[in-house]
């Protein structure tokens, strides 16, 4: 997959796909008609790859037969000649078994709309088949360059540094935010301005939003405001914004109100199970947003 492809996975995740994509419909097919079907399913089964052995087979005589891309390794003419006769004697036999099934079930009277989507099956695949042959013959393809898991160097050109002029902080009023603040006025330039974030999530926030008046609220209030006066002496262009309820989304919310081009948030280190249990907010949230975030390991 990483080849022709090009998909780069996890071999565990790939090995993982692939398997239960081969697994899951076996089993729903056995839940559905039981233990007993399973040797009916099995042979089905080998009916269904061997009529899907010739769109294997042809692209495969195709590719082993360029020179372009198998170089020395390309098969001789006389195999060529013995892949192709062997290809289509496989073809053959598909095809008459497929219209000895189907001419018994076009001697049975009734069964219209099922009979319309059998011929159009063979229909569709017949022409797939013509295609999948002839194709590569008549088209003069463009060859696509070697594979590369990565662009070729073209060198560094000039930079153009970027300059962030609303900076977002997202602040959760503990021991942290001072580094945090720190972060965020380190990208920035002179007449950069700061917009300050914490979301409420006491109970009472979460059910009247920012009509919200309980202590927590109230508390978070004040640090805000504090905030922004120790910040205004230092001659810091900032503001605060409070957010309610849901955490990730208002982050969203206040960002895109600010227009802000920058986001400055923390990442607490927890994985997994704590993942689950406090939320991973920094992945929900540069999800929704299209600027710069920088992640301040906590």
């Known amino acids: 997959m990483e080849g022709y492809l090009r998909l780069r996975i996890n071999p565990l995740i790939r090995r993982l796909i692939t398997r239960l994509l081969a697994i899951i419909p076996a089993i729903i097919v056995i839940l559905i008609y039981g233990d007993e079907e399973v040797d009916s399913l099995l042979i089905f089964s080998q009916v269904i790859l061997s009529l899907q052995l010739g769109f294997a087979v042809i692209p495969l005589i195709h590719f082993v037969s360029d020179k372009k891309t198998m170089g020395s390794f390309a098969i001789k ?79 560094l050109k000039d930079f153009q540094l970027p300059v962030y002029q609303r900076i977002a902080v997202a602040l959760d009023f503990s021991d942290n935010d ?61 503001s605060g914004r409070l957010g309610f309820r849901n955490r990730k989304k208002e982050l969203v919310r206040i960002i895109k109100e600010e227009n802000a081009d920058l986001l400055v948030i923390g990442a607490h280190g927890h994985t997994g199970v704590k993942d689950w249990l406090y939320g991973e907010t920094i992945d929900s949230v540069r999800h929704e947003l299209k600027i710069t975030v920088l992640v301040v390991n906590l």
């Open 178 to 238: 001072q580094r945090l603040i720190a972060s965020a006025l380190g990208q920035g330039v002179e007449e950069s301005s700061y917009i300050l974030m914490h979301i409420v999530e006491s109970p009472s926030a979460g059910l009247l939003g920012g009509e919200s008046d309980d202590y927590e609220t109230e508390l978070d209030k004040e640090r805000m405001t504090l905030y922004e006066k120790l910040l205004g002496e230092k001659g810091v262009k900032v």
């Open 77 to 155: 003419p006389i195999v060529q000649i013995a892949a192709w006769l062997i290809a289509a004697i496989l073809i053959y036999l598909n095809v008459t078994m497929v219209m000895n099934e189907v001419s018994q079930f076009f001697a049975k009277p009734g069964n219209l709309s099922w009979k319309i989507l059998i011929v159009s099956g063979i229909v569709f695949f017949a022409l797939l088949l013509l295609y999948t042959i002839l194709f590569p013959i008549l088209s003069k393809r463009k060859k696509a360059a070697s594979i590369h898991m990565h662009p070729e160097i073209a060198g």
